[in-house]
C-alpha cells in the first residue's frame, strides 16, 4: 500500500472514532451523541464499515466542545455551524448569535447572585445547636 487511500487522503489522516474523541478530549459516545444530533457530519466508512474521521472532523468536534465549554446550547451551536457550512456567515450575524448568549450569561448569573444571597441568609440563621429543629430545614420547608 502506498500510503494513498481511493479519496486521496493519506492513512495518516484518517482517525478512528477512539482517536478522534481522544484527540478531543471527549468520549467516543459523545461522537456518537453529535452525529445523532446532526451536529458533526457522518465520516464515510473503510470496506470493513469503520468511521474515517478527518482532520476537518477534528477541527468541528473542538469547535463544539469550546461551544459547550462556553455553555453554549446545541441551538445556538448548530446556529453557528449552519453559518459556517453556508460560507456565508457575517460577522454580524455571529455577533448577534454571542450578544444572546452573553444575555443569557448575565441573567444566569443574576440568578446565581440572588440563590447566594439566601443560601448566605439561611446559613447565617445556624447555630448548629443539638435540638431537632433546624432552622435551614425549616427555611427551605417554608413556602
Known amino acids: 500500500m502506498n500510503g494513498k487511500q481511493s479519496s486521496g487522503m493519506t492513512v495518516s489522516d484518517i482517525l478512528s472514532i477512539g482517536e478522534l474523541a481522544g ?3 471527549c468520549l467516543v459516545e459523545t461522537v456518537r451523541y453529535y452525529e445523532r444530533a446532526g451536529i458533526m457530519p457522518s ?10 474521521y478527518t482532520l476537518e ?12 465549554d462556553l455553555g453554549i446550547n446545541l441551538k445556538r451551536t448548530r446556529g453557528l455551524l449552519g453559518l459556517v457550512d453556508e ?3 457575517t460577522c454580524a450575524q455571529v455577533k ?3 450578544t444572546d448568549h452573553l444575555a443569557e450569561i448575565r441573567r444566569k448569573l ?34
Do not use: W
Request: proline content about 6%; glycine content about 10%.
Open 23 to 25: 484527540r478531543a478530549g
Open 57 to 68: 472532523h477534528l477541527k468541528r468536534l473542538n469547535f463544539v466542545r469550546r461551544c459547550r
Open 96 to 98: 448577534g448569535i454571542a
Open 43 to 52: 465520516p464515510p466508512r473503510s470496506e470493513g464499515g469503520h468511521r474515517q
Open 110 to 143: 443574576s440568578d446565581l447572585r440572588k440563590m447566594e444571597r439566601v443560601m448566605k441568609d439561611m446559613v447565617a440563621t445556624c447555630d448548629e445547636g443539638k435540638i431537632p429543629a433546624c432552622p435551614i430545614i425549616d427555611a427551605l420547608y417554608r413556602a
Open 87 to 89: 460560507g456565508g456567515e
